[in-house]
């Protein structure tokens, strides 16, 4: 009977971390992954997150792999004389101990890129992102509307011109 209530005790715990939308591996803290809807015959999408490093050494967070895009890149957006430039972030985004960093539309980001469908409001994308110290760890991102700027945001994010690069349709 004990290991019915622990066992029971734990499924609840484990179904509260998911409903919170958090991981925590090796003192990096993952928290309010959501991406955005993309359009049919869009070939990218993005996805957004926080990253808090409660542990003692910095990391990186190096991108990761997902079941429906060829690649999954950090990637940094910045203004550049009045244009909105985007670029893959080289040697992954460092997390210094203490600190946290969003990755949010308009500044970091992740990018999917060759998606193999369009992401649709309501559903989930699974992903595995990947640390340079931490290793690797599974994180689903709920799918919120096309322009949303996060699940507790209403409305579209401000449009500025934008330098894709070689991406298209994001």
Do not use: C
């Amino acid at each position: 009977m004990n290991r019915s209530i622990a066992l029971a005790a734990a499924l609840s715990l484990l179904a509260g971390v998911a409903a919170a939308q958090e991981a925590v591996v090796r003192g990096l803290r993952i928290s309010n992954p959501w991406a955005r809807a993309t359009p049919r015959g869009s070939e990218v999408g993005g996805a957004y997150l926080t990253i808090r490093n409660t542990g003692t050494d910095a990391d990186r967070f190096l991108g990761g792999t997902t079941a429906v895009a060829k690649s999954f890149e950090v990637h940094q957006m910045a203004m550049d004389k009045g244009v909105m430039q985007m670029r893959p972030v080289q040697g992954g985004l460092e997390i210094k101990p203490g600190q946290a960093v969003e990755l949010k539309p308009g500044s970091f980001h992740i990018m999917m890129m060759g998606l193999k469908q369009p992401l649709e409001r309501g559903q989930r994308v699974k992903a595995t992102l990947e640390f340079e110290k931490a290793g690797k760890v599974d994180v689903e991102f709920p799918i919120e509307a096309i322009g949303s700027n996060g699940p507790a945001a209403k409305g579209p994010t401000p449009k500025a011109p934008m330098d894709h690069g070689a991406h298209t349709g994001h």
